[in-house]
């Protein structure tokens, strides 16, 4: 191993990975690992996904294909990052249950991310206990690793909490210090949670309001001409609202024209500005952006065995990396009877 600082970051394999990832996450950890300092690991967390997806294990065996062709095409880079399958772990699963045991119930119930997602997934009285428990599995994924920096969107906030707790629990109850405490690496403010096309707070796989990377032309122009702007803004001539317009929040991310966004932005609220126009502008500034990243998407979707070798050996060096760190938490605990 070398002497570069880890960083670890991943997605779950519910479907294809859209813009919100791109901004919230992709465009950060592609930076780090271009710098050059840092030995990236990025792992598709195919647990994670079971944890609200038991039922329907199709759909994340076919996820898994897909988001691996999102990394290629966005440009991480295989010979840099070290890309792994969460499943193909198992040491990863040893440590969450050695962590579950030192955090609460009531502790996992505050997590707020966590209680959203139970709400928007309408468990009812039914939360799974692997959903409920994930963020404790997220803990041994990035430990595993001694990852000091974890590149996320804002949603992820309190995981990255709940792992430095965990964390200082270990080493202070066990009295060393295995375990690395990490840190969130949160895209600039404004940019850390991509609203949905509905005008939902997250644009979310599970949710259904994304525009993919992998969307061809005609499918980005149609989900943009249908996007939520501002429900009051009927006639051309009404002055219209830009705080809570999709439009104008994903023109405020993707568009390098600053000063043409705040000139849309002067018109429409003054009035006189129709939503086609701002829309159609939109649309040029994201077929920018997303035609490259396409198109490399398409050449490695040709090359499948290419793309599974890659996660294959991946996963192999990532799985003598986490045996090694379980091998140290277990002889922390003295749970090493036999050596
Ligand atoms: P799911 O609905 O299955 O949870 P998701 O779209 O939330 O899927 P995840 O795989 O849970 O995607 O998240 C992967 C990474 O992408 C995380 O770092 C998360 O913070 C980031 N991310 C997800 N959605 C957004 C978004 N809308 N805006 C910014 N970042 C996001
Ligand atoms: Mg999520």
Known sequence: MTNKEIFLTGDRPTGKLHIGHFVGSLQNRIKLQNTGEYDPFIMIADMQALTDNARDPEKIRNSLFQVALDYLAVGIDPAKSTIFVQSQIPALNELTMIYMNLVSVARLERNPTVKNEIKQKKFNESVPAGFLTYPVSQAADITAFKAKIVPVGDDQEPMIEQTREIVRSFNNAYQKDVLVEPEGYFPPKGEGRIPGLDGNAKMSKSLNNCIYLSDDAETIKKKVM?????????????????????????LDIFADDK????????????????????KLYLNEVLQGILKPIR???????????????????????????????????RDAMGVNYFN
């Open 259 to 278: 000063a043409k966004v705040q000139e849309l932005k002067d018109q429409y609220q003054k009035g006189g500005l129709g939503d086609v126009k701002i």
């Open 295 to 329: 198109e490399r998407r398409e050449e490695f979707e040709q090359k499948p065995a290419v793309v599974y070798q890659i996660l294959e050996e991946g996963s192999k060096k990532a799985n003598l990396i986490a045996e090694k760190t379980l091998q140290e938490v």
């Open 226 to 250: 249908s996007m939520y702007t501002d429900p009051d803004h009927i006639h051309v001539e009404d002055p219209g609202k830009v705080e809570g317009n999709v439009v104008f929040t994903y």
